[in-house]
């Protein structure tokens, strides 16, 4: 099983835009780009939301019927670890095993020994065709490498052994993530960590390493965008020299995670993309659920009603609601228009202060950051929030479509 060159993650939380989210993908297909669809859900998503990952494997086989897709679609374990994969065995085929948390921990002498063994190879200058200078490798470097990456190495095997034992060779696409960590990741690590992954033996296919800058929930990238783009692109080359030097493969390629919309980006890494005629593997993850308020907003009655009360609640809950995400929010709680005052809001204002369109003046990234992140309370509605998804489908379909397909596709994948 070879995931494609093109591959993007459409999170859902409530599983109730499926078809919508894949309809963006055929309106790329009809422009001539071909991007293959990853629903991918976390355990925690699915128990802040009561769902399982069966629902999620029947959303997407839905989807898939209803629109007569003939293309790969992937269900992925978001994610995941040791004491989380098994619920996901059986649904998905695709699984980010998620190994940040080991990153630091302190592998034994042995593992150590045997690892620089093998990097000891590259000691010395190494040129990397596409990277401009050259890696100048230390035995120095090479121990201080192993030291932060090769416990979360040997656990990526560990997972990926399981999986094989459970679900056989060849039947599913593994990705390796780095990114819910505080530090990057620089080339020159990425290409021992990828080393490392090698002579474990995991067919990796996807890897999300953190990348330089703020990636806040729901908004725009945070950073330089030039320093963003060199070390994407050194990544670029790093894989494709790697993918021969280890044999790797040959489909290896980056995974751009979080919850952001890092727009400022996507024309940078097209270009990049197109230069290198490399692939990638984009996570739009989350901001579906923004799509979903958007449209009760503009539906009126009990839509606009609902939308209101999600800010409401979230306004006076912020700190429990900011509890799992403090290093990837910054709200300004004095840009944050009261509720009181929201509630006197037309569904469209509600709309277009929530809608991540940087030319509009009434788009407020507070007021976005926070929604993103208070999903538990429409969660806490329960049949309510979910009934309205029915009710206002098609002004809420409408938006998520749009979303995915000109906010996110068209620049990275079509680079307009
Ligand atoms: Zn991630």
Redesign the pocket.
Request: glycine share 0%; charged share 40%.
């Given at each position: 099983m070879l995931l494609e060159k093109y591959s993007i993650g459409i999170g859902d939380r409530y599983g109730h835009q499926g078809v919508a989210q894949l309809k963006a993908l055929v309106c790329a297909k009809n422009e001539g780009v071909s991007i293959v669809p990853v629903w991918n859900k976390s355990k925690r998503e699915h128990s802040l939301i009561g769902s399982i990952p069966a629902d999620a494997r029947k959303e997407a086989d839905n989807a898939v019927s209803e629109l007569g897709w003939k293309d790969s679609y992937y269900i992925d374990a978001d994610?995941i670890g040791i004491k989380t994969v098994d619920d996901f065995v059986k649904y998905c085929n695709f699984f980010t095993i998620d190994v940040a948390d080991f990153i630091g921990e302190y592998p034994n002498e042995q593992s150590v020994k045997s690892f620089v063994k093998k990097a000891s190879a590259y000691l010395g200058k190494i040129e990397i065709p596409g990277i401009s200078g050259q890696f100048d490798i230390t035995e120095n470097k090479i121990n201080t490498i192993a030291k932060k990456y090769l416990v979360a190495i040997k656990e990526a095997a560990r997972i990926y052994q399981h999986l094989l034992s459970l679900k056989g060779a060849d039947s599913f696409v593994t990705e390796v993530?780095l990114?819910?960590n505080e530090q990057p990741q620089s080339p020159e690590e990425l290409f021992f960590i990828l080393l490392g992954l090698a002579a474990e033996n995991i067919n990796i296919q996807t890897i999300?390493p953190k990348f330089t800058g703020r990636f806040n929930k729901g908004i725009d990238y945070i950073g330089d965008t030039n320093v963003f783009i060199n070390e994407f692109e050194d990544d670029i080359c790093v894989i494709k020299y790697a993918i021969k030097e280890f044999s790797l493969s040959p489909n290896l390629k980056l995974s751009v995670?979080?919850g952001s919309d890092k727009f400022s980006l996507y024309k940078p890494i097209h270009d990049v993309l197109i230069k290198h005629d490399a692939g990638v593997h984009l996570?739009t993850a989350g901001t579906t659920w923004l799509e979903e308020v958007i449209g009760l907003a503009e539906a009126g009655g009990e839509g606009t009603k609902i939308a209101k009360e999600i800010y409401e609640q979230s306004f006076n809950r912020i700190d429990e609601m900011m509890k799992p995400y403090l290093t990837v929010v910054d709200i300004d709680f004095d840009k944050l228009p009261n509720p009181i005052e929201v509630y006197n809001w037309s569904g469209e204002k509600f709309a277009v202060t929530l809608r991540h369109d940087q030319s509009n003046p009434a788009f407020n990234i507070h007021f976005r950051q926070l929604v993103h992140i208070g999903f538990k309370v429409a969660a806490e509605m329960g049949e309510r929030y979910t009934n309205a998804l029915v009710k206002y489908e098609n002004v809420i379909a409408k938006n998520v479509t749009e979303n995915i397909y000109s906010r996110h596709i068209k620049p990275l994948f079509l680079g307009k």
């Open positions: 994610h993530s990114d819910e999300a995670h979080s996570k």
